[in-house]
């Protein structure tokens, strides 16, 4: 079981932040590079999302992740005192439109939706609770014989 | 985020974008190309092989600039996408949207 806690301002530049927050979590598990990039890619869309449409008030807030994981199971919790806002109530886009007709709404989410096995919210006591859950096996080390064979150095 | 202009042969102008391109970034990324357009550039080329990062805020800035172009006559084409910044354009049903090749020779040879 590994855990992390990763607490963001409602500031665009703690993107950086949250993605080497996540890079790290996901190499010292394991995981497959392309993992770790959708998940980063999936957390950056939600936390856009509130730091962006969020908040009127100007002031300082913060937006709390959570990451456990356990037996190939990973569990996220994103927290935010933003305005109530389901992300996963919005339909998702036609991505099959022509460029004309292509709208610029809901493409963010829909690449969260597209990422994570599921996806749950809830409003509680005042914050926007979004829970998801995603599968994800560790990259096998290679074998010996594999290792050696790829080496081109 | 940096994008590298230049211009090259058939009067395409390529755009070399380096770096992350999110939320954060994606405001001056998004001015640059547009202002490239303003200035009657209307064959853009870019080249994401240096691209590590892409969401939607960047994914929108190539909407809309091939939407800008298109009554122009001009045109968006990407060359050089990374694994996961291909997947990500596929997931979004954005290789529909642009012509996209492997090489930036051949790209430039497409317009």
């Known amino acids: ?153 | 985020m940096e994008i590298l202009e230049t211009k090259i042969d058939n009067n395409v102008l390529l755009l070399a974008f380096k770096g992350r391109l999110d939320a954060n970034s994606s405001n001056a990324a998004q001015d640059q190309v547009l202002a490239a357009i303003d200035r009657g550039e209307i064959r853009l080329l870019a080249d994401l092989a240096r691209l590590e990062y892409i969401s939607s805020a960047g994914l929108r800035i190539f909407m809309m600039a091939a939407k800008r172009l298109k009554p122009l006559g001009g045109k968006v084409v990407l060359c050089s996408l990374s694994e996961p910044i291909k997947e990500i354009f596929e997931i979004a049903g954005f290789v529909s949207l642009f012509p996209i090749h492997p090489e930036r020779d051949e790209a430039v040879k497409s317009f």
Do not use: C
């Open chain 1, 1 to 153: 079981m590994d855990q992390m806690l990763v607490i963001l301002k409602n500031d665009l530049a703690e993107l950086d932040r949250l993605a080497e927050a996540t890079e790290q979590f996901g190499s010292r598990n394991d995981w497959p590079v392309k993992v770790v990039y959708r998940l980063n890619l999936s957390l950056d869309e939600l936390v856009t999302n509130v730091i962006s449409y969020g908040y009127e008030d100007g002031a300082e807030h913060r937006i709390s992740i959570h990451f456990s994981y356990h037996e190939d199971h990973l569990t996220l919790v994103m927290q935010d005192d933003a305005r109530p806002f389901n992300p996963i109530a919005r339909p998702d886009p036609d991505i099959t439109q022509p460029l004309e007709e292509r709208g610029q709404g809901g493409l963010g989410i829909f690449l969260v939706r597209q990422t994570m096995d599921t996806t749950e919210y809830e409003r509680r006591d005042g914050r926007n609770v979004l829970t998801m859950h995603k599968k994800i096996q560790r990259e096998v080390p290679q074998s010996a014989d594999g290792d050696t064979g790829n080496k081109n150095r």
